[in-house]
C-alpha cells in the first residue's frame, strides 16, 4: 500500500481531503483522499446542487481537525482511480475518530480478504459508528438542518455597506490566484468573491472550466490533465503567489475588514489573522505589487507599510522584481533652496546654488500629484475651478521660505506645438518647526488631486500618504470634492490695455496706500501688481528710482540688469507690499512707491535696490521729494562706497568709454563705405557685408576648391556651439549646395541635426549633421564678413511688437539687393551691434526714412550723452550729433503728423535707463 506524510490542503467534505506534499522549486504535487469506510453527507458545491442535513457540520469538524497539519496517509484501495486511505494524526486515526463522533455513516468495504487489517479497522469503524448512533452523536442526533446557500448573486456594495468598518466571519472556499479569494458567509451562507485591497498578484488565469471543476474538488493538477484544450497560460509565479497563500488560509476560517467596492461591485477588503497581513507578506515577498486604485481603501499605516515591503522586494529583486532597474537620477537628488515663485498648485521656482556655487533658478513639479490648471488670458482659455485657491494656498504656504526638495522621478512634459521639455518631480517639504510634505497638506485642503499612475511609472515614495490625504478631503468634502459652487474671480487687467490703464488712474491715485500683491516682475523696478482690495491688476513703475533694463527676446540686457530682476524676483515676486500710484505715463504704466514689510516695520523697496547697487536714484524724484530723498541718496552712497552692483569696478570699467577705436561705441568712421545686405530677420536686426567684395571672392574660391576636392559630402566633427565648421547651403542660383563659412550655433544629436550660422551672410538654418564638415583653420583666416548691425541712434519695433512687420517691409523695400553707402557710429550701448547709417539712392538716409514714416524713433537719451562726450573734446561726438539731430527734425515732423507709432500720440517709455 501506498503511504507516506503529507500536510491536509484543503477539506472538502466530512470525508474528502486534499494532501499536498513537499514543494521542490514551485508548488508541491497534490492528492485527493477519501476516508475509506467511511461516507458524510454531501455538502453543496455549486448553484444548482443540494446539500444534505448536517453535511456542514461534518466538513466543519474535519477542517477544524486536519486543515494545514501535518499527517500520515495510507491508501488502503482505489475505486475508479479514486483513492480511498486512513489518515493518522499524533498515532490517531482519522477515520476512527471522524465514526466515534458520528460525523460519517460506516459504509462496507468490498473484496476484502480474510487477515487483511483493513478488515480489523474496518470492525472497529463499524463498532464506532454502532456506538455513535446509539449515543445520537453528530449525524444521529436528529434530522438536522442543510444549509440554503446563496451562491451568486450577492449585492457587493449592499454588503459592504451593511458591514463595513466591523470584522466578517468566513470561510476561504477557494483561491483563484494569490489575490482574489472565494469566501463562504459563514453567518450568511452565501458565497463572495474578495479581493485583496491595495495588491495584485499575477494571474493564474484560469477558465471557466476549470473553476467548475474547483469547486467539483478536483486538484490543480487533476484540472491541468483533464483539460488540454485550454490555451490561457499563468502569468509568471502565479502559481507561487496562489500557493503562497492556499497554504496559509485555505479552509481556514477567518474574519475580513470589508473595505471597498469598485464599479464594478467588485469586493476588496483585508484578511485578518493573527500572524500578520497576507497582502502585506506576499508584497514583501516578491509575489504581488501595489494597485493604486484598490490602495485608497487601506488606512494609511497600512499602506505605508505596504509601500515599504514593496520597495524592500524592488531593491532585492525578488521574484516578479528580478528584472526591475532603479529610476536613475541624474546629480544630486537632494536640493536645498527657496521658492521665488509659485506657477500653479503643483507647479514652483526654485532659487538654489548649483554645481559651480552660482544661484539657480529651475521650476520643478510637486509628484504624483496634479493641481487644476491655471488659464491662460492670451489664449482665452479659463482658470479651471479651484485653481486660483490652490496656487495661492501654495504661495502662502512656502512663498520666500527655504525648502527641502527632493527629486523622485522626471518627465517629458508637452509644450503644445513646442518640443516637449524634461521635467522634474519632487517631494516637497519645508520646516515649521517640523518638516511637513507640502503636497500632503494641500491635499488634505482639498486643492490637489493623486495622479493615477501606470504601473511601471515611477511615482512618490509618499504616494499611500497622499492618497489617504484625498480621501480625507473626500469625506470632509473640501474644495475641489465640496458641493459649493467654486469661488468667481474678477479682476480687471490694466496691464494690457492703456487707455484703460489711464481712465482707472483718478480711482488708483484716490485710493491712497493699497495693500496688493506683486505678480510679475519685468525689471528691477517694474512690476505688475495685484491690488485684490480694489479688483485690479495693472503695470507699476517705481518712480524714485531707475534699474538697468534686463535681457528680453534675445536681446542682450544692460548691465546688472538681469541682476536687479532677479534681486526683486527673489525678494518681492509673489509677495504682499504696499504700493501707491503717484502718476501714470503715457504707456499707461502706473508711476508710484513700493513698501515692503520686514519684521513690524515697514520701508521703501527702492531701498533695498539701492543698497544693493541694482538702480540708480531718478533725479526727477529727488528734486520733489527732498526728506525721502536724502534716505535714498544715503542709500546709493553706501552702494557706491562698497562698490556693489552698478558701482562694482567691473561694471564701472565695462560702462566707462573705451579708447579701442574698434570698441569706441560712439566711434565715428567719415568714410563711406559700400555695402550690402545679406540677411535681415526684421528692422532691428541685419547683417551687412561693409566693403567685402574682394574679401567675399576670395572665401568663394576656397570653398569652390574644398567642393571639388569633397564633393558634398560631410564629415564627422566635434559638435561644439561656437565651433567653426563648413556647411552647405542652396542660394538657388543654379550652382546647387555649395560650402560656405558657418559657425555651429546649436545642435540635437537625438534627431541629427544642426543649427549653424553662415558667418559671411548672417543667415542662419538647421541641416541635417551629414551636411557640415570640419576644415583646416586657414579657411578662417579672414574674419565673418556678415556683420550685425542696428540703424544708429534709433529704436525700432520688432516683428512681434506694433508696426515691427511695416517697418521690415520699408526696410527691405529700401535695401535688399541694393548696393548701399553706409556710415558707421561705434557699437549701440544696448545691443553691442554696429551703429549704422545706411544710404541709398535718395539724399537722405534710410535711417531718416524710417524715422519719418513713423516707424522707427530716436533714443531718448542719446543727443545728451552726446553733447557731453562732444564737451568732453570726443572728436567722433560731432558727426553723430549731426545725425541725431536730424534725425529728431524727422521724428518731429511724425509726432506732429500723427504717423504709425505716433498716433495716439508720445509712445515713448519715462522707464527708460
Not at 188 to 193: K, N, R, V
Not at 435 to 459: F, S
Amino acid at each position: 500500500a501506498i503511504s507516506g506524510v503529507a500536510t491536509v490542503k484543503a477539506v472538502l467534505s466530512g470525508d474528502n481531503v486534499i494532501l499536498m506534499g513537499r514543494p521542490s522549486g514551485g508548488p508541491p504535487p497534490e492528492m485527493q483522499l477519501f476516508l475509506s469506510g467511511l461516507i458524510a453527507p454531501k455538502i453543496g458545491r455549486g448553484q444548482g446542487t443540494t446539500e444534505e442535513p448536517w453535511a456542514y457540520e461534518s466538513r466543519e469538524f474535519l477542517r477544524n481537525l486536519l486543515i494545514g497539519k501535518v499527517v500520515n496517509f495510507k491508501i488502503d484501495y482505489k475505486v475508479s482511480q479514486l483513492n480511498f486511505g486512513t489518515i493518522t494524526l499524533e498515532n490517531q486515526s482519522v477515520n476512527f475518530s471522524v465514526a466515534r463522533e458520528g460525523w460519517a455513516k460506516v459504509k462496507p468495504i468490498e473484496n476484502i480478504k480474510e487477515g487483511d487489517p483493513l478488515a480489523n479497522e474496518f470492525e472497529e469503524l463499524k463498532k464506532l459508528g454502532k456506538e455513535a448512533e446509539i449515543g445520537k452523536k453528530g449525524i444521529y442526533s436528529g434530522p438536522g438542518n442543510a444549509r440554503s446557500i446563496i451562491w451568486t448573486g450577492v449585492k457587493c456594495s449592499a454588503l459592504l455597506a451593511s458591514a463595513k468598518g466591523r470584522e466578517v466571519l468566513v470561510i476561504i472556499e477557494h483561491v483563484r490566484d494569490g489575490s482574489s479569494l472565494r469566501c463562504m458567509l459563514v453567518n450568511e451562507s452565501a458565497m463572495i468573491t474578495l479581493g485583496l485591497a491595495g495588491v495584485a498578484c499575477p494571474r493564474v488565469n484560469a477558465p471557466v472550466a476549470a473553476a467548475v471543476s474547483s469547486a467539483e474538488g478536483k486538484t490543480d493538477l487533476e484540472r491541468e490533465n483533464g483539460n488540454k484544450n485550454v490555451e490561457n497560460q499563468p502569468e509568471p509565479f502565479a502559481l507561487e503567489a496562489k500557493y503562497f497563500v492556499e497554504m496559509r488560509l485555505l479552509n481556514r476560517k477567518v474574519k475580513v475588514l470589508l473595505q471597498g467596492c469598485d464599479k464594478y461591485d467588485n469586493l476588496y477588503g483585508t484578511v485578518l489573522h493573527e500572524k500578520g497581513n497576507i497582502a502585506i507578506e506576499l508584497v514583501r515577498n516578491g509575489l504581488a505589487k501595489m494597485t493604486d486604485w484598490t490602495s485608497s481603501f487601506l488606512p494609511r499605516d497600512v499602506a505605508v507599510s505596504m509601500r515599504s515591503a514593496e520597495n524592500e522586494a524592488k531593491r532585492s529583486k525578488l521574484k516578479i522584481w528580478k528584472d526591475w532597474t532603479p529610476h536613475v537620477i541624474e546629480g544630486s537628488k537632494e536640493i536645498e533652496g527657496k521658492i521665488i515663485e509659485v506657477h500653479s498648485g503643483d507647479q514652483f521656482t526654485l532659487l538654489f546654488t548649483g554645481q559651480d556655487n552660482k544661484k539657480v533658478e529651475k521650476r520643478f513639479a510637486l509628484a504624483s500629484v496634479k493641481a487644476p490648471r491655471m488659464g491662460n488670458p492670451k489664449r482665452k482659455i479659463a482658470d479651471e475651478p479651484w485653481s486660483v485657491e490652490s496656487r495661492d494656498y501654495l504661495v502662502r504656504k512656502c512663498i520666500g521660505k527655504n525648502v527641502s526638495a527632493t527629486i523622485e522621478y522626471e518627465r517629458d512634459v508637452a509644450q503644445g506645438e513646442a518640443d516637449p521639455i524634461r521635467r522634474q518631480f519632487v517631494t516637497l517639504e519645508i520646516q515649521s518647526p517640523t518638516y511637513v510634505n507640502v503636497a500632503e497638506e494641500l491635499l488634505k485642503e482639498g486643492l490637489l488631486t493623486v495622479v493615477k499612475h501606470r504601473p511601471d511609472e515611477p511615482k512618490s515614495p509618499h504616494y499611500d500618504i497622499f492618497v489617504a490625504a484625498e480621501q480625507e478631503a473626500k469625506l470632509a468634502k473640501r474644495s475641489i470634492f465640496s458641493d459649493k459652487t467654486p469661488p468667481i474671480h474678477r479682476t480687471a487687467d490694466l496691464s494690457t490695455d492703456s487707455k484703460k490703464a489711464k481712465q482707472y488712474f483718478p480711482h488708483l491715485k484716490r485710493a491712497g496706500t493699497m495693500k496688493a500683491i506683486v505678480e510679475y516682475v519685468f525689471s528691477g523696478s517694474r512690476f505688475k501688481v495685484n491690488a485684490q482690495g480694489e479688483n485690479v491688476a495693472f503695470m507699476l513703475a517705481m518712480n524714485s528710482v531707475r534699474c538697468p533694463n534686463p535681457s528680453r527676446d534675445n536681446r542682450k540686457g544692460e548691465p546688472c540688469g538681469d541682476e536687479a530682476k532677479a534681486f526683486s524676483r527673489e525678494n518681492i515676486l509673489q509677495r504682499n507690499v504696499e504700493v501707491e500710484v503717484i502718476d501714470i505715463d503715457k504707456n499707461g504704466i502706473a508711476l508710484g512707491t513700493v513698501k515692503v514689510k520686514v519684521g513690524d516695520s515697514k520701508h521703501d523697496y527702492a531701498i533695498d535696490l539701492l543698497k544693493a547697487g541694482l538702480a540708480k536714484c531718478d533725479e526727477r524724484f529727488l528734486e520733489r521729494k527732498s526728506i525721502a530723498g536724502n534716505v535714498l541718496v544715503s542709500a546709493e552712497n553706501k552702494a557706491k562706497k562698497e562698490k556693489l552692483g552698478l558701482y562694482s569696478d567691473e561694471i564701472q570699467t565695462l560702462l566707462a568709454p573705451q579708447k579701442d577705436d574698434d570698441s569706441n561705441e560712439l566711434l565715428n568712421s567719415t568714410e563711406v563705405k559700400n555695402c550690402l545686405l545679406s540677411d535681415m530677420i526684421d528692422a532691428s536686426e541685419f547683417h551687412l557685408q561693409i566693403d567685402a567684395a574682394d574679401k567675399l571672392k576670395s572665401v568663394e574660391d576656397k570653398m569652390e576648391t574644398l567642393k571639388m576636392n569633397f564633393g558634398v559630402e560631410g564629415a564627422i566633427m566635434n559638435l561644439k556651439v561656437g565651433a567653426n565648421c563648413v556647411a552647405l547651403f542652396d542660394a538657388k542660383d543654379g550652382k546647387g549646395e555649395c560650402w560656405y563659412r558657418a559657425k555651429i550655433a546649436s545642435f540635437n544629436q537625438n534627431e541629427n541635426s544642426v543649427k549653424v550660422q553662415y558667418i559671411d551672410h548672417g543667415n542662419r538654418a538647421s541641416i541635417p549633421i551629414s551636411k557640415i564638415r570640419p576644415v583646416d583653420r586657414s579657411f578662417f583666416d579672414l574674419p565673418p564678413l556678415a556683420k550685425d548691425c542696428v540703424l544708429a541712434f534709433t529704436r525700432v519695433p520688432s516683428l512681434n511688437d506694433e508696426w515691427g512687420s511695416e517697418a521690415a517691409s520699408l526696410l527691405h523695400q529700401l535695401t535688399w539687393g541694393k548696393r548701399l553707402k553706409v556710415k558707421t557710429f561705434g557699437k549701440d550701448q544696448i545691443t553691442k551691434k554696429i551703429n549704422v547709417v545706411l544710404f541709398g539712392d535718395g539724399k537722405e538716409s534710410i535711417n531718416e526714412v524710417l524715422v519719418s514714416e513713423g516707424l522707427a524713433r530716436v533714443s531718448k537719451k542719446v543727443e545728451k550723452s552726446l553733447e557731453n562726450a562732444a564737451k568732453m573734446g570726443n572728436g567722433a561726438a560731432a558727426p553723430a550729433l549731426e545725425v541725431v539731430r536730424a534725425l529728431k527734425k524727422e521724428q518731429e515732423k511724425a509726432h506732429k503728423g500723427r504717423v504709425a507709432m505716433w498716433r495716439y500720440g508720445d509712445c515713448t517709455s519715462d522707464d527708460e535707463f
